[in-house]
Nanobody, 126 residues
């Protein structure tokens, strides 16, 4: 059975940082693209970032480019989202997701992902 479990959310002031983690079990982590999405109250779930094999193999939403960094530790079966220079508009529930490698472009839509975590709340105060 596949499990993705996020942690690391919390309350932070604008300009601060948080690092989210996503512990993965039940699948071969190295065979999957890992994505991060977020959902603010009353809004759709939006793509944030995704990564593949290497640190250079990444894709970001324009709204977080230069502030967020996605990474993974294959040995620990864990993915990370380092969030710096946080803004109040980054407030949302953050989800990690996984999909097997095989597409021809970066998966950025919710429906493209096979597995999801339960989410972790990030609140940025002004």
């Amino acid at each position: 059975q596949v499990h993705l479990v996020e942690s690391g959310g919390g309350l932070v002031q604008a300009g601060g940082s948080l690092r989210l983690s996503c512990a993965v079990s039940g699948l071969t982590f190295s065979s999957y693209i890992m994505g991060w999405f977020r959902q603010a109250p009353g809004k759709a779930r939006d793509f944030v970032a995704a990564n593949g094999w290497s640190s250079a193999d990444t894709s970001y939403a324009d709204s977080v480019k230069g502030r967020f960094t996605i990474s993974r530790d294959i040995a620990k079966n864990t993915g990370y989202l380092q969030m710096n220079s946080l803004k109040p508009e980054d407030t949302a529930v953050y989800y990690c997701a996984g999909v097997r490698f095989g597409g021809t472009s970066w998966p950025r839509a919710e429906y493209e992902y096979e597995y999801w975590g339960q989410g972790t709340q990030v609140t940025v105060s002004s």
